[in-house]
């Protein structure tokens, strides 16, 4: 879609801005067909585990908690990414439910083995007649592997999401990417990859791909004298000093 503004300065910024977001998106390319390549792995190699790995999993579980909301995250409350929910409005993270009473609609059920570790989610917001819909934590080193998948009343299983948390020797998330899948073709891919700095968090790289469109984006940081994220950029951008307010309060 071409945009004409009255002013002309205004057009040249917007053209500029189209020409760099050409150009970001074979950055956007690379780093997701890598990263395609780990989720075809990961694919291959629990394709048919679904329900064993579900079983043992399951049986592992020694805590549960609820909570609601967070539902166009994923994993909710404890999605890795850490600031998703800051650059998408209306996407809250959810909260831990202290309780569960009659009038409790809890969106998800969280499973901890006995270090306190979690590794079974039950999307209950997504539960149908004859499907449930789970994600199972695999703890590998330095990373996570989140494995999504329906089952049904007779045990079949379908995987339709892998994701992948990937930390550093402090225990900060370097990157997070999540593959959906349609009849074991992954069609959308996004991919967050963070940087730090003696602050915290200094940036983020989102590169998305949905069927052969690839999209790329800068989020750069800025935190406040108490140490959590203020304000941030976003490359490419049309305005040079166009910034967004963080209104979450988060230290990373």
Same mark, same amino acid.
Do not use: W
């Given at each position: 879609?071409?945009?004409?503004?009255?002013?002309?300065?205004?057009? &040249?910024?917007?053209?500029?801005?189209?020409?760099?977001?050409?150009?970001?998106?074979?950055?956007?390319?690379?780093?997701?067909?890598?990263?395609?390549?780990?989720?075809?792995?990961?694919?291959?190699?629990?394709?048919?585990?679904?329900?064993?790995?579900?079983?043992?999993? *399951?049986?592992?579980?020694?805590?549960?908690?609820?909570?609601?909301?967070? #539902? %166009? /995250?994923?994993?909710?409350?404890?999605?890795? *990414?850490?600031?998703? !929910?800051?650059?998408?409005?209306?996407?809250?993270?959810? &909260?831990? /439910?202290?309780?569960?009473? *009659?009038?409790?609609?809890?969106?998800?059920?969280?499973?901890?083995?006995?270090?306190?570790?979690?590794?079974?989610?039950?999307?209950? %917001?997504?539960?149908?007649?004859?499907?449930?819909?789970?994600?199972?934590?695999?703890?590998?080193?330095?990373?996570?592997?989140?494995?999504?998948?329906? /089952?049904?009343? &007779?045990?079949? $299983?379908?995987?339709?999401?892998?994701?992948? *948390? $990937?930390?550093?020797?402090?225990?900060?998330?370097?990157?997070?990417?999540?593959?959906?899948? !349609?009849?074991?073709?992954?069609? #959308?891919?996004?991919?967050?990859?963070?940087?730090? !700095?003696?602050?915290?968090?200094?940036?983020? #790289?989102?590169?998305?791909?949905?069927?052969?469109?690839?999209? %790329?984006? /800068?989020?750069?940081? %800025?935190?406040?004298?108490?140490?959590?994220?203020?304000?941030?950029?976003? #490359?490419?951008?049309?305005?040079? !000093?166009?910034?967004?307010?963080?209104?979450? &309060?988060?230290?990373?």
């Amino acid at each position: 879609m071409n945009i004409n503004f009255k002013n002309p300065q205004f057009n &040249k910024l917007y053209q500029d801005y189209i020409t760099r977001q050409k150009s970001l998106s074979i950055i956007a390319k690379d780093k997701i067909n890598s990263s395609l390549k780990r989720l075809n792995k990961i694919l291959d190699a629990y394709q048919y585990k679904c329900k064993a790995l579900y079983d043992n999993i *399951s049986a592992r579980v020694n805590k549960k908690e609820y909570a609601i909301k967070g #539902e %166009y /995250l994923v994993r909710g409350y404890y999605c890795p *990414s850490p600031i998703k !929910d800051i650059i998408v409005g209306n996407s809250p993270r959810g &909260k831990i /439910l202290n309780r569960i009473t *009659s009038v409790s609609k809890p969106t998800y059920e969280y499973g901890f083995d006995a270090g306190d570790n979690l590794i079974l989610v039950k999307y209950i %917001y997504l539960d149908g007649f004859d499907k449930s819909n789970y994600e199972i934590l695999l703890h590998q080193d330095n990373c996570v592997i989140g494995i999504f998948f329906t /089952l049904d009343g &007779k045990g079949n $299983t379908e995987i339709r999401a892998i994701n992948e *948390s $990937t930390y550093d020797n402090q225990n900060r998330i370097i990157s997070f990417v999540n593959g959906y899948l !349609d009849e074991n073709d992954f069609f #959308e891919i996004e991919q967050e990859i963070y940087s730090y !700095d003696e602050s915290g968090l200094k940036t983020t #790289e989102l590169c998305r791909c949905i069927e052969s469109a690839y999209t %790329y984006e /800068l989020y750069t940081f %800025y935190h406040n004298s108490d140490g959590d994220l203020n304000e941030y950029f976003v #490359e490419p951008r049309m305005f040079p !000093d166009q910034k967004y307010k963080v209104n979450i &309060k988060r230290k990373v």
